[in-house]
């Protein structure tokens, strides 16, 4: 039998070294950092500049230490396991003044063997974690690794804790320390469930095998009276009806069992998610059950493909044999502060990316392996996880230490994640063979032993630790790659492609070229003027000042967002409107892309931009800033990623020379009508045409193209006219794009004026917004609350105007239509700049 005693609750903690008065209580799961800001002993670290300070509180060590009462009916069991589910980082533990053990590695699920330590009635247990701000300092100072990534504490690498927490080109510096997952003492008798192992074979039409491997670990003495284990395998299916009940008995862990007519799990936006589940219990031959394991699977089959083609070889993503078109962008952790990241919160992330289209997110490697709950919501809501190991932009020196955590801490997350439905692919690192082929700047100069432990670690332990738990899911050995062995990694024709030259090198977004699979590149934006408000005060408002460059962690990067402004629209009047039309850049530099590398579809077949969310409230290349609010892009991206939609391309930028696109990414044919209008600013049409067809499954078709000479030869029509184009099923407008034939500073507004009416139904109010001209990128936000709108940042092309519906349940407060029109602002980009 087996039983679990938590000891996640109250502890007490101080800094060690402290008086006895300095003592205070935490709730663990927690941080020092958190529990610090329950005593109000710092200030948010967040605000304005107060990182820096609690940054150095994380030069000292702490003491957590609780009791917990041990039975002498636990002390029965054969044995007692200390668990520890997350513990960040360097920790040694102390039961009843024992040493039990020393950690090391925050990535890392700990078993402890603790029966011995324990006694029957009152017992203590102590952590005292040590200063990892002073470990990598010394490092730093003591090893011959002087790279760090941008922003990064250097010696960081040393250490097997969230790298992103010494800093990155995004995030603070604040190396917390704590227990952040669960604390436990489990007791096992006789026996227990070491792994399950569940594979799946496709290879019969219309049922798929499940093929079961248990292993079982004796924990008592050979007793020959009782020496038949039994274990119950239960299947359950996505209605909850059981599908089999299986038991096998000891010598026949090994076994299959069949799925008739199974229902495949799809990708978002490719069909049906449905998950079965599977329950196991360890039975001894009374019939006591002594374990039990329980997971989720989907039906499906996922893989990469590198098939070569005409254009190299590709890089595809494959699910139950359909390659796919990939579409999200780049997960990073949700917080510095780690006991801000909840369940609740997670699974609105979540939703936000199916609600935009997504069907992949990247965990980027330079975090931490998300809980359980992440990808337990990726699962239900077709995400599929290209998980990157935890790895990232560092210089990795192997030893014997190194080797032993890296090796574990990628065993215990593999055998953790590897029957989640949504795990895709399983990578390497991020970026590291690219800075080592190309010789970066910052790596030349490291002794050669660091580049051949590059090799070790990613092309022969790590990808030999994920076959020995999980020889199904695919392995790529790093983000760009073209498949290892420093082959040209960023190489445009195979593998993966990492692309910053629009954004780090200034360079227009017409420059995004022609990739297989894009899976980083960004552009950066402020976030909303709320958000902003959150961390500054009203003098701190210029983004050159102390705090907002504080705020900003990419070198130079509020003056890059200026240069961009001035490219292609007027100089906003204040920092409100600034961040706003940033926000609009950061949209059009993304799509550019995305619709680009769409159109290419079979030579690309990938775009996942960097970034989906920040750790803090900070300027970045997130689509969702800290506080969950949508960016300009995320609403574009609900535009852009549609499996059904349109596309505009530009024979050059600005050219007269237009070719008009329809998308269908889903797995069935698209009855489609699209038409193109040439309108002047007061939405006169002068000129229109239309098509009509089917579009063929998995596609891209140019439907249209036109040369709009005539009209933009004169200037001064050149600048107040555009060309709308919108897609239709049946009589139902899905979507619409807008090209202008000049840059938008160019571009002869009329003066907006809104004409905003609101009606409510059961569940949603209805935000009709007109105007009686052309207005681009129209943003509707609430003063006082925050919701998702079914769009935004969109266009008004027609005196009709745009309907757009507001969930009820968004809003905090109960609302009537007019409170809603009167709490809601309107603006677009003529609004922008002005008195």
């Given at each position: 039998?087996?039983?679990?005693?938590?000891?996640?609750?109250?502890?007490?903690?101080?800094?060690?070294g402290?008086?006895?008065?300095?003592?205070?209580?935490?709730?663990?799961?927690?941080?020092?950092?958190?529990?610090?800001?329950?005593?109000?002993?710092?200030?948010?670290?967040?605000?304005?500049?107060?990182?820096?300070?609690?940054?150095?509180?994380?030069?000292?060590?702490?003491?957590?230490?609780?009791?917990?009462?041990?039975?002498?009916?636990?002390?029965?069991?054969?044995?007692?396991?200390?668990?520890?589910a997350?513990?960040?980082?360097?920790?040694?533990?102390?039961?009843?003044?024992?040493?039990?053990?020393?950690?090391?590695?925050?990535?890392?699920?700990y078993?402890?063997?603790?029966?011995?330590?324990?006694?029957?009635?009152?017992?203590?247990i102590?952590?005292?974690?040590?200063?990892?701000?002073?470990?990598?300092?010394?490092?730093?100072?003591?090893?011959?690794?002087?790279?760090?990534?941008?922003?990064?504490?250097?010696?960081?690498?040393?250490?097997?804790?969230?790298?992103?927490?010494?800093?990155?080109?995004?995030?603070?510096?604040?190396?917390?320390?704590?227990i952040?997952?669960?604390?436990?003492?489990?007791?096992?008798?006789?026996?227990?469930?070491?792994?399950v192992?569940?594979r799946?074979?496709?290879?019969?039409?219309?049922?798929?095998?499940?093929?079961?491997?248990?292993?079982?670990?004796?924990?008592?003495?050979?007793?020959?009276?009782?020496?038949?284990?039994?274990?119950?395998t239960e299947?359950?299916?996505?209605?909850?009806?059981?599908?089999s009940?299986?038991?096998?008995?000891?010598?026949?862990?090994q076994?299959?069992?069949?799925?008739?007519?199974?229902?495949?799990?799809?990708?978002?936006?490719?069909?049906?998610?449905?998950l079965?589940?599977?329950?196991?219990?360890?039975?001894?031959?009374?019939?006591?059950?002594?374990d039990?394991?329980?997971?989720?699977?989907?039906?499906?089959?996922?893989?990469?493909?590198t098939?070569?083609?005409?254009?190299?070889s590709?890089?595809?993503?494959?699910?139950?044999?359909?390659?796919?078109?990939?579409?999200?962008?780049?997960y990073?952790?949700?917080?510095?502060?780690?006991?801000?990241?909840?369940?609740?919160?997670?699974?609105?992330?979540?939703?936000?990316?199916?609600?935009?289209?997504?069907?992949?997110?990247?965990?980027?490697?330079?975090?931490?392996?998300?809980?359980?709950?992440?990808?337990?919501?990726?699962?239900?809501e077709?995400?599929?996880?290209?998980?990157?190991?935890?790895?990232?932009?560092?210089?990795?020196?192997?030893n014997?230490?190194?080797?032993?955590?890296?090796?574990?801490?990628?065993?215990?997350?593999?055998?953790?994640?590897?029957?989640?439905?949504?795990?895709?692919?399983?990578?390497?690192?991020?970026?590291?063979?690219?800075?080592?082929?190309?010789?970066?700047?910052?790596?030349?100069?490291?002794h050669?032993?660091?580049?051949?432990?590059?090799?070790?670690?990613?092309?022969?332990?790590l990808?030999?630790?994920?076959?020995?738990?999980?020889?199904?899911?695919?392995y790529?050995?790093?983000s760009?790659?073209?498949?290892?062995?420093?082959?040209?990694?960023?190489?445009?024709?195979?593998?993966?492609q990492?692309?910053w030259?629009?954004?780090h090198?200034?360079?227009?977004?017409?420059?995004?070229?022609?990739?297989?699979?894009?899976?980083?590149?960004?552009?950066?934006?402020?976030?909303?003027?709320?958000?902003?408000?959150?961390?500054?005060?009203?003098?701190?408002?210029?983004?050159?000042?102390?705090?907002?460059?504080?705020?900003?962690?990419n070198?130079?990067?509020?003056?890059?967002?200026?240069?961009?402004?001035?490219?292609?629209?007027?100089?906003?009047?204040?920092?409100?409107s600034?961040?706003y039309?940033?926000?609009?850049?950061?949209?059009?530099?993304?799509e550019?892309?995305?619709?680009?590398?769409?159109?290419?579809?079979?030579?690309?077949?990938?775009s996942?931009?960097?970034?989906?969310?920040?750790?803090?409230?900070?300027?970045?290349?997130?689509?969702?800033?800290?506080?969950?609010?949508?960016?300009?892009?995320?609403?574009?991206?609900?535009?852009?990623?549609?499996?059904?939609?349109?596309?505009?391309?530009?024979?050059?930028?600005?050219?007269?020379?237009?070719?008009?696109?329809?998308?269908?990414?889903?797995?069935?044919?698209?009855?489609?009508?699209?038409?193109?209008?040439l309108?002047?600013?007061?939405?006169r049409?002068?000129?229109?045409?239309?098509?009509?067809?089917?579009?063929?499954?998995?596609?891209?078709?140019?439907?249209?193209?036109?040369?709009?000479?005539?009209?933009?030869?004169?200037?001064?029509?050149?600048?107040?006219?555009?060309?709308?184009?919108r897609?239709?099923?049946?009589?139902?407008?899905?979507?619409?794009?807008?090209?202008l034939?000049?840059k938008?500073?160019h571009?002869?507004?009329?003066?907006?004026?809104?004409?905003?009416?609101?009606?409510e139904?059961?569940?949603?109010?209805?935000?009709?917004?007109?105007?009686?001209g052309?207005?681009q990128?129209?943003?509707?936000?609430?003063?006082?609350?925050?919701?998702?709108?079914?769009?935004?940042?969109?266009?008004?092309?027609?005196?009709?105007?745009?309907?757009?519906?507001?969930?009820?349940?968004?809003?905090?407060d109960?609302m009537?239509?007019?409170?809603?029109?009167?709490?809601?602002?309107?603006?677009?980009?003529?609004?922008?700049?002005?008195?």
């Amino acid at each position: 039998m087996r039983k679990t005693q938590s000891l996640n609750g109250v502890w007490e903690w101080h800094t060690e070294g402290a008086s006895h008065d300095a003592v205070y209580t935490g709730e663990v799961p927690g941080t020092v950092i958190s529990h610090m800001l329950k005593h109000k002993l710092i200030e948010d670290p967040y605000w304005r500049c107060n990182e820096y300070a609690v940054r150095e509180l994380m030069a000292n060590d702490y003491l957590y230490k609780r009791s917990f009462t041990v039975s002498g009916e636990d002390l029965d069991f054969s044995r007692a396991e200390l668990v520890c589910a997350g513990i960040d980082t360097i920790a040694s533990i102390r039961i009843n003044g024992c040493l039990v053990a020393e950690t090391r590695d925050m990535h890392r699920t700990y078993r402890f063997p603790v029966k011995d330590h324990l006694q029957e009635g009152e017992n203590r247990i102590e952590v005292l974690f040590h200063s990892p701000l002073d470990f990598v300092r010394k490092e730093d100072e003591e090893n011959d690794i002087f790279y760090a990534s941008t922003g990064c504490i250097h010696g960081n690498a040393a250490l097997r804790k969230a790298h992103y927490m010494f800093g990155w080109d995004w995030g603070p510096q604040l190396p917390d320390m704590g227990i952040f997952r669960d604390i436990a003492i489990e007791y096992f008798s006789e026996a227990k469930l070491q792994d399950v192992r569940i594979r799946q074979d496709h290879g019969e039409e219309g049922r798929v095998g499940l093929k079961f491997e248990v292993k079982i670990k004796q924990l008592s003495p050979y007793d020959e009276n009782r020496q038949t284990w039994f274990t119950e395998t239960e299947i359950i299916d996505p209605d909850g009806r059981p599908v089999s009940k299986i038991v096998r008995s000891s010598g026949e862990w090994q076994f299959d069992e069949t799925i008739p007519e199974p229902r495949l799990w799809w990708p978002n936006g490719l069909g049906e998610h449905p998950l079965y589940r599977v329950n196991i219990r360890l039975l001894d031959d009374t019939g006591t059950c002594h374990d039990t394991y329980e997971c989720r699977i989907g039906i499906r089959t996922v893989t990469v493909s590198t098939d070569k083609n005409e254009y190299g070889s590709e890089f595809a993503i494959t699910v139950n044999g359909i390659k796919i078109f990939t579409m999200g962008a780049n997960y990073i952790p949700e917080d510095n502060i780690l006991t801000r990241v909840t369940k609740e919160r997670t699974a609105q992330l979540i939703e936000d990316c199916a609600a935009a289209n997504f069907n992949c997110l990247r965990v980027w490697g330079g975090g931490y392996y998300p809980d359980d709950y992440f990808y337990d919501k990726c699962d239900e809501e077709g995400i599929l996880i290209w998980q990157d190991l935890m790895f990232g932009c560092n210089v990795y020196a192997l030893n014997d230490h190194f080797e032993e955590d890296i090796v574990e801490e990628t065993k215990d997350n593999v055998r953790r994640l590897r029957h989640h439905a949504c795990l895709a692919l399983w990578c390497g690192n991020n970026e590291m063979e690219w800075g080592w082929a190309d010789e970066w700047a910052r790596l030349k100069g490291h002794h050669p032993r660091y580049k051949a432990d590059y090799t070790k670690i990613f092309e022969y332990i790590l990808p030999r630790a994920i076959r020995a738990c999980d020889d199904t899911t695919y392995y790529w050995p790093s983000s760009p790659s073209s498949g290892g062995a420093f082959d040209n990694p960023n190489a445009t024709d195979r593998g993966d492609q990492h692309y910053w030259e629009v954004w780090h090198s200034g360079k227009p977004f017409t420059e995004y070229g022609d990739f297989s699979f894009c899976s980083e590149y960004g552009f950066q934006s402020f976030p909303h003027s709320k958000t902003i408000a959150s961390f500054t005060l009203p003098e701190d408002r210029n983004i050159f000042s102390k705090v907002m460059e504080s705020h900003q962690k990419n070198p130079a990067a509020n003056g890059k967002i200026l240069n961009y402004i001035a490219d292609y629209f007027l100089y906003p009047k204040d920092m409100d409107s600034l961040a706003y039309i940033s926000q609009i850049l950061q949209l059009k530099a993304i799509e550019y892309g995305v619709e680009h590398w769409r159109r290419k579809r079979g030579q690309c077949m990938g775009s996942l931009y960097w970034q989906l969310n920040d750790c803090w409230p900070v300027a970045s290349w997130a689509s969702i800033d800290y506080y969950g609010r949508w960016k300009a892009l995320h609403y574009g991206a609900r535009r852009f990623y549609s499996p059904v939609t349109i596309s505009i391309g530009e024979e050059k930028e600005l050219s007269p020379r237009v070719s008009y696109y329809v998308h269908n990414d889903t797995r069935e044919e698209q009855q489609c009508r699209t038409e193109v209008l040439l309108k002047d600013q007061e939405f006169r049409v002068l000129w229109e045409e239309a098509w009509e067809g089917g579009l063929p499954a998995l596609s891209v078709l140019k439907c249209m193209e036109m040369d709009f000479s005539p009209w933009t030869n004169e200037e001064a029509l050149c600048s107040s006219v555009f060309s709308v184009f919108r897609l239709y099923r049946g009589e139902e407008l899905l979507t619409e794009r807008t090209v202008l034939f000049v840059k938008p500073k160019h571009f002869d507004y009329n003066t907006p004026v809104y004409d905003i009416s609101v009606s409510e139904s059961e569940q949603s109010f209805e935000i009709t917004v007109k105007a009686a001209g052309f207005c681009q990128y129209v943003e509707l936000y609430f003063k006082d609350f925050d919701v998702i709108f079914s769009d935004n940042f969109f266009d008004i092309t027609s005196p009709e105007g745009v309907t757009v519906h507001v969930n009820k349940e968004d809003f905090k407060d109960h609302m009537t239509p007019d409170m809603v029109k009167e709490n809601l602002v309107v603006r677009s980009v003529a609004d922008s700049y002005g008195s």
